[in-house]
């Protein structure tokens, strides 16, 4: 039960500090570790089973320039931000903003992405 606070009091955090003026019912979708699984909510709802559906829903109902905040637990791996990524970027988000928090410590941070490109070759 305290993981689910924290989660809830994470998700009002980045909402209100995120993105500058959002409209009303904005979309956080929060990636979670639990003992079994990862648990993929979008404004609190259970999405595991399919989020791209459920992302592909919310902009078709808003619009692709309605902004969404990505939440991912730290004890998650990294490729778990980058999976993240690829389903804002499939649903065809244009304002998403990404953060990762500690439910440990109660904090999150704000993760900058760019685009995607190609590991430079090392001299050997």
Known sequence: MKNISLSCAIIALATSFSLGQQPQGSLTLSVEKSSHRTIYRLNSNDVTAEPLAALSKAIRSRGRDFPIVVLVDTRLSIDTLENARGLIDKAGFA??????????????????????????QVAK
């Open 95 to 120: 304002k998403s903003e990404y953060y990762v928090f500690s439910v440990e410590t109660g904090k999150m941070s704000k993760i900058t992405v760019g685009r995607a490109m190609p590991i430079p």
